[in-house]
């Protein structure tokens, strides 16, 4: 392990269960005791003080106190052991995409995950798996799985991010969702320090959400994500904008993956180097989900027939409005400037960083949009991207 002007950690044991290669399923969600192992001498670097905008897509955020790059479980399990030497709270980047990062930054240990390796499928009982480590990028995912004439997640092309980052939000896009096609989590567990696989049905997924976000927050960390596809399926277009691109024809994934990605760069939804509308966090809000007494009252509030309203039926019988028309009703339209903070001039819900804008800026903006839609409408809009500091 290299630091940077501190003193050398300690050596210290890294852990494998006999006979388990990783990343194969282990049964449910069990922590196993494992025999010490010791680690081959790996070269972590461990970087001081180190500007964290340029790791996330919207450029905004502060220095890192402590920075390290990891490439493998091993150079995790050393970065862990040293944070805990040093009593440094740990955060975890992956493709930084869904992400705001105060501009004091952050006073701890930032673990970078770069665990790569290659993206290659296996039959199991008639399905196709693969076994992805957690830094591979999304989209590149996506594009091997589609190239392979496979369907299950060629409606999340170009969502911006690493594997890793997927489940812990349950990333979904245009009708589907990551815990589709997941069937467990690798993960390291920081309360046993071990190294456990958590299936599907542990990971309390549901809207934009997951045990990773709520309930276990902070527990784990993300090492590698296994999907399973049935490779008899066949693209299924639920979404107005794709079945609208299609029509009656029966796309390849391949061709989804490409509609997706066109559909996305027209909503400022695609990161394209140059393009200050990508400059963003994605969705800056979920959509909520209403009463049915409050979606009424919105529609007398607006004077506007109900139907008029764009929403969709959701759990118990409540109602999920697009947060973007709400925006828009409340004033902040495409293009909307607020000092250097904005609104994307393709898509309402994304805010942007229109040039030098501070984590300040965003807030502000934010806070705004809070309040008036809060006045408005009673609706508590729940900011979307992660918040760092
Ligand atoms: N709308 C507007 N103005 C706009 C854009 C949309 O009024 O500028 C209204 C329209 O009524 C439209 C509705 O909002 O019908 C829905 O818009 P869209 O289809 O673009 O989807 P979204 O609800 O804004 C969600 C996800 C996106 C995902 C798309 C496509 C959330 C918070 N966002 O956006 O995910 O790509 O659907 O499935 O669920 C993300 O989470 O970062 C993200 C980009």
Redesign the pocket.
């Given at each position: 392990m290299k630091i940077e002007n501190l003193e050398t950690v300690q050596p210290f044991f890294s852990f494998i269960v006999p006979g388990v290669s990783p990343g194969r399923h282990l049964s449910s969600g069990a922590v196993y005791l494992l025999y010490p192992q010791p680690v081959q001498p790996t070269a972590i670097d461990i970087r001081q003080n180190l500007s964290l905008a340029p790791f996330t897509t919207l450029r905004i955020g502060g220095p890192a106190r402590y920075f390290s790059e990891i490439r493998s479980e091993s150079e995790l399990l050393e970065a862990i052991s040293f944070a805990r030497q040093h009593t440094l709270p740990i955060f975890v980047l992956g493709g930084g995409?869904?992400l705001l990062i105060s501009d004091s930054g952050f006073d701890g240990l930032v673990l970078h995950i770069a665990l790569d390796g290659p993206l290659k499928p296996f039959s199991l009982n008639g399905f196709v798996e693969y076994i992805v480590p957690a830094g591979v990028e999304w989209n590149a995912f996506v594009l091997a799985v589609c190239e392979q004439g496979i369907s299950g997640i060629e409606?999340l092309a170009g969502?911006p991010g690493t594997v890793g980052g997927t489940p812990v939000?349950n990333?979904?896009?245009?009708?589907q969702e990551v815990s589709e096609t997941i069937t467990s989590v690798r993960v390291l567990d920081l309360e046993s320090t071990s190294f456990i696989d958590l299936p599907a049905a542990e990971c309390g997924f549901a809207?934009?959400r997951s045990i990773f976000n709520s309930t276990h927050r902070g527990r784990y960390i993300v090492t590698a994500v296994t999907f399973r596809f049935d490779p008899a399926r066949h693209p299924r277009l639920t979404?107005?904008?794709l079945t609208r691109h299609f029509g009656d024809a029966q796309p390849t994934p391949l061709e989804v993956y490409e509609a997706v990605r066109e559909?996305?760069h027209r909503?400022g939804?695609l990161i394209v180097e140059g393009e200050s509308d990508c400059r963003s966090?994605?969705?800056?809000?979920?959509?909520p989900v209403v009463s049915r007494e409050n979606f009424q009252h919105i529609a007398s509030t607006l004077q506007l027939a109900p139907e008029k309203i764009?929403h969709w039926p959701a759990d118990e019988g409540r109602i999920k409005l697009?947060?973007?028309?709400?925006?828009?009703r409340a004033g902040f339209v495409?293009g909307y400037a607020m000092g250097n903070a904005g609104i994307?001039s393709?898509?309402?819900?994304?805010l942007i960083n229109r040039g030098n804008a501070t984590a300040a800026d965003l807030f502000a903006l934010r806070d705004a949009i809070q309040q008036k839609v809060k006045a408005l409408f009673s609706i508590e809009l729940e900011q979307?991207?992660v918040q760092l500091g």
């Open positions: 995409s869904n409606c969502i939000q990333v979904g896009a245009y009708g809207y934009r979404y107005a904008d559909i996305r909503k939804m966090a994605g969705s800056f809000f979920k959509n764009p697009a947060a973007a028309w709400l925006l828009e495409k994307s393709r898509h309402t819900l994304a979307e991207p």
